[in-house]
Antibody, heavy 117, light 113 residues
Framework: QVQLQESGPGLVKPSETLSLTCVVS?????????WSWVRQPPGKGLEWLGE???????NYSPSLKSRLTMSVDKSKNQFSLYLTSVTAADTAVYYC??????????WGQGTLVTVSS | DIVMTQSPDSLAVSLGERAAINCRSS????????????LAWYQKKPGQPPKLLLY???TRDSGVPDRFSGSGSGTDFTLTISSLQAEDVAVYYC?????????FGQGTKVEVK
C-alpha cells in the first residue's frame, strides 16, 4: 500500500521560502506516476500547484511558476516543494499526491502551513 | 487555463434519495484519439485528504461504492449518488487533467435534508 507523508515547518515568515517534503513508502518514486502538490486555503477549495516525474520533468501552475520549484530525490524516495516569497495568501493545508495520468489516487494526510510574522 | 464550474454550490438531500452534482469545463476535456474524458471526481471530508471517486469521468476507483456514478462527455459532466448515505456528507470536487494546470471546480457541499 502506497503511503505519502508531508513534512516541513508549520509556520513561515512572510517573504521567506516555504519548503515541504513528501516521503513515499510502499512503492518506488521511480514508478510511472506523476507526483504532485495540491493545497487548500482555510475555508476555500482545492488548488493544484504542480507535478513532477521521477526523471525531473515538471509542470507548474502558471500563477505560481515564478515562485515554485519541485524536486525529486530517488535515493530517499521523496519529493519536495519550494515556494519563495510567501505571503499570507499562501497559508493553506498542503497535500502531496501520486497520480498515474493526472488524477490523484493517493494523498498524504496534509500539513498546515501558516504564513505569519 | 481550463475553468471548471460546478453547480450547485450546495445541496441538501434526504437519506436514500438521489444527489446529482454538475461540472462544466470551459473547453472540452475529451481527447478524441482515445475517446476518453480527462475528468476526475473527489470527495473531501473535514480533516481528511480528498478521496478519489472516479477517473476517466466514469471509472470508479477501487473500493468506491457503486452508488457513485459519473456521466457526461466533452464539457458537461455529472456525479450522481444514487441513494445518499449519512457517510456521503462531504464536499465534492471535479478536476480536469486534460491539460496543465490541472484545475479543480470550486466544490459542491452535500448535506442531509
Amino acid at each position: 500500500q502506497v503511503q505519502l507523508q508531508e513534512s516541513g515547518p508549520g509556520l513561515v515568515k512572510p517573504s521567506e521560502t516555504l519548503s515541504l517534503t513528501c516521503v513515499v513508502s510502499g512503492g518506488p518514486i521511480s514508478s510511472n506516476h506523476w507526483w504532485s502538490w495540491v493545497r487548500q486555503p482555510p475555508g476555500k477549495g482545492l488548488e493544484w500547484l504542480g507535478e513532477i516525474f521521477h526523471n525531473g520533468n515538471s509542470n507548474y501552475s502558471p500563477s505560481l511558476k515564478s515562485r515554485l520549484t519541485m524536486s525529486v530525490d530517488k535515493s530517499k524516495n521523496q519529493f519536495s516543494l519550494y515556494l519563495t516569497s510567501v505571503t499570507a495568501a499562501d497559508t493553506a493545508v498542503y497535500y502531496c499526491t501520486r497520480g498515474p495520468h493526472g488524477w490523484a489516487d493517493y494523498w498524504g494526510q496534509g500539513t498546515l502551513v501558516t504564513v505569519s510574522s | 487555463d481550463i475553468v471548471m464550474t460546478q453547480s450547485p454550490d450546495s445541496l441538501a438531500v434526504s437519506l436514500g434519495e438521489r444527489a446529482a452534482i454538475n461540472c462544466r469545463s470551459s473547453q472540452t476535456v475529451l481527447y478524441t484519439s482515445n475517446n476518453k474524458n480527462y475528468l476526475a471526481w473527489y470527495q473531501k471530508k473535514p480533516g481528511q485528504p480528498p478521496k478519489l471517486l472516479l477517473y476517466w469521468s466514469s471509472t470508479r476507483d477501487s473500493g468506491v461504492p457503486d452508488r457513485f456514478s459519473g456521466s457526461g462527455s466533452g464539457t458537461d459532466f455529472t456525479l450522481t449518488i444514487s441513494s445518499l448515505q449519512a457517510e456521503d456528507v462531504a464536499v465534492y470536487y471535479c478536476q480536469q487533467y486534460f491539460t496543465v494546470p490541472r484545475t479543480f471546480g470550486q466544490g459542491t457541499k452535500v448535506e442531509v435534508k
